[in-house]
């Protein structure tokens, strides 16, 4: 049958399994909104308030369900404002695909009124990027492209399709789902090599990233550390994939890690690294991380072996395979000793503690009331910081946070996407400094009635900036205070929202049982004091034999 490419677009979308996408119309898409209206009963559309919240919802979406998130703009702005939601997945390593429209073929390079050359723009910060000359290639680019996203490595993929393209029509045969990429194997060297240095170990550390969540390895990275006897720790990117109830489990480890978790890896004389990059953020000094430590690295991207620390061990394969592998071949250990040293940091963890610390007893309050498959997202900052390491995190896929880029604004968009795609109820923590870049995405819960509970961590400062600024500033406050007075219950229910304040921990936990009970969108305002920090930090470039645990290093 011959149909148009904008028919094309959305039928090969729909072959494809996608049921929601986001967007937000203009020029050079009205075509494939025209079909998207058509085929309204057969796919979902939510309209953002801006493109880029249309990109962090598709993120949000992709993270809370596993599938590819979708996103749709127009030419020039559409498609430039959607840049800073395609580098945030590709640096957290997110399947999204990106669909633009561009001026007709005849128009290219003429500077013609909103052309952008949109592939060479996002070409440094997609897995891929395809412009689409002629209608006979388009089913196959978006398959391709969908393909490419999702395999392997997963990360965004744009295609850009010139308005002429969209109109054209030409033979249309249906597909079934693209298949993707098959991982390599383990070699049974690797797993060999892998458990020798398991049983010469007598301090070894499992260390995984968001690569062991996209392959949902939890249970086999538990059934593994029962087996030698290890703690385990997690980057940012890895949290909610194994429950903090496991009693291996010591939390984030890195910059802001529990310390616990920081010091067992710098103590530990192996380091089981799966799906991680081992960045600054979890190594600071990195001639001096862990220089005793011989490491072993499992990773679906060859490209990050070595890139950032040496490693002894490399394997480049199916992460899954390698630790189903691995846990057969090596013999059980009890390690006391390692076991009493790790116990001992989790004493001196709790001894540090400070009573009355709100933002933890309002995480914890909210950990405690909301469903252990209740998506949690953040956007980035303290208030970040504080739920990474306090919330009780029990469901996998049910952490959604800027990892790589560190993206404040992210999080109306991705809370919005996440709820799409778990289908369940999804609590947002910001903070005033986050949620002035996207607030207006207030607009698109509230127009769809999603179920989002906001908590704005307000103290009225770029708190994780200023923060910076006491430790390493000598307390120069350069544009941190934000002296704004922009009140957020009203502003709240001025876009159709149920708005509440709170300033101490029982006030919250009553205004929160009430905002989590709403059907729709509920915001909290709740005060806290400038100047409490995330702690403990590593001080940047750092090592962590010198945690930053109170107003000075250990």
Known sequence: MKLSGAEIVVETLIEQKIKTIFGYPG?????????????????????????????????????????????????????????????????????????????????????????????????????????????????????????????????????????????????????????????????AEDVKA??????????????????????????????????????????????????????????????????????????????????????????????????????????????ELGKNVDVNLGAICDINDFLTKLIDAVDKKELPNWEAKVEKLREQEASQNVPGFLPKEAIEAVSSVAAPDTVIATDVGQHQMWVAQHYGFMGKKTWVSSGGL????????????????????????TGDGSFGMNLNELATAVSYNVPLTIVVLNNGVLGMVRQWQTLFYNKTYSNTTLNRKTDFVKLAESFGAKGYHADDIESFKKVFAEAYAQEGPALIDLTIDKDLKVLPMLRPGGTFDKLIIGEEEE
């Open 194 to 303: 892998a458990a020798s240095m398991i049983a010469e170990a007598g301090r070894p550390f499992i260390y995984f990233g968001g690569g062991a969540v996209r392959a949902g390895a939890g249970e086999l990275i538990a059934k593994l550390a029962d087996k030698i006897d290890a703690p385990i720790g997690c980057t940012m990117m890895g949290l909610s994939e194994v429950p903090v109830a496991n009693p291996r489990f010591l939390g984030m480890q890195g910059m802001h890690g529990h310390y616990a978790s920081s010091k067992a890896m710098a103590k530990a004389d192996l380091i089981i690294g799966v799906g991680v990059r081992f960045s600054d953020r979890a190594t600071g000094n990195r001639v001096k991380f862990s220089a005793g430590a011989r490491k072993i690295h499992i990773d679906v991207d060859s490209a």
């Open 27 to 187: 020029g050079t898409v009205i075509d494939i909104y025209d079909q998207l209206y058509k085929k309204s009963d057969r796919i979902n559309h939510v309209l953002a308030a801006h493109e880029q919240g249309a990109a962090h919802a598709a993120d949000g979406y992709a993270r809370a369900s596993g599938e590819i998130g979708v996103v749709l703009a127009t030419s020039g702005p559409g498609a430039t404002n959607l840049v800073t939601g395609i580098a945030n997945a590709y640096l957290d390593s997110v399947p999204m695909l990106a669909i633009t429209g561009n001026v007709p073929n005849s128009l290219i390079g003429r500077d013609s009124f909103q052309e952008i050359d949109i592939t060479g723009i996002t070409l440094p910060i997609t897995k891929h990027n395809f412009f689409v000359h002629s209608v006979e290639d388009l089913a196959d680019t978006i398959r391709e492209a969908i393909r490419i996203a999702k395999s392997g490595r997963p990360g965004p993929v744009l295609i850009d399709i010139p308005k002429d393209v969209q109109g054209a029509k030409c033979e249309y045969t249906p597909a079934e789902p693209v298949e993707l990429t098959a991982l390599p194997k383990a070699k």
């Open 406 to 429: 560190g993206t404040m604004g992210f999080g109306m968009g991705a809370a919005i996407g996440a709820s799409y795609g778990s289908g369940k109820r999804t609590v947002l923590f």
